[in-house]
Nanobody, 112 residues
Framework: QVQLVESGGGLVQPGGSLRLSCTYS????????MGWYRQTPGKQREFVAT???????QYADSVKGRFTISEDNAKNTVYLQMNSLKPEDTAVYYC??????WGQGTQVTVSS
């Protein structure tokens, strides 16, 4: 059974940083692209970033230059390093395998 479990969310001031983690069960996922979406109440889910098994990354324009996605296959974990956070980054962040699996989400709140 495949599971994705996010952690690392919380409250941070504007300009601050957070690192989200997504730990997955099932080593087969190492061969699949993985990524992050985010969602705020009343809005559609928004793509944030993806990373392929060979390490190629893509980012939404809104986070490019501030967020970095990475993975550690030895730990079955995908990370999202978020720097220079803005209030508009406030959302529930979900880890996902495109077209297949989703985590339960972790709340990120950027506020002074």
């Amino acid at each position: 059974q495949v599971q994705l479990v996010e952690s690392g969310g919380g409250l941070v001031q504007p300009g601050g940083s957070l690192r989200l983690s997504c730990t997955y069960s099932g080593s087969i996922l190492r061969h699949y692209p993985m990524g992050w979406y985010r969602q705020t109440p009343g809005k559609q889910r928004e793509f944030v970033a993806t990373i392929t098994s060979d390490g190629s990354a893509q980012y939404a324009d809104s986070v490019k230059g501030r967020f970095t996605i990475s993975e550690d296959n030895a730990k079955n974990t995908v990370y999202l390093q978020m720097n220079s956070l803005k209030p508009e980054d406030t959302a529930v962040y979900y880890c996902f395998v495109p077209g297949a699996y989703w985590g339960q989400g972790t709340q990120v709140t950027v506020s002074s």
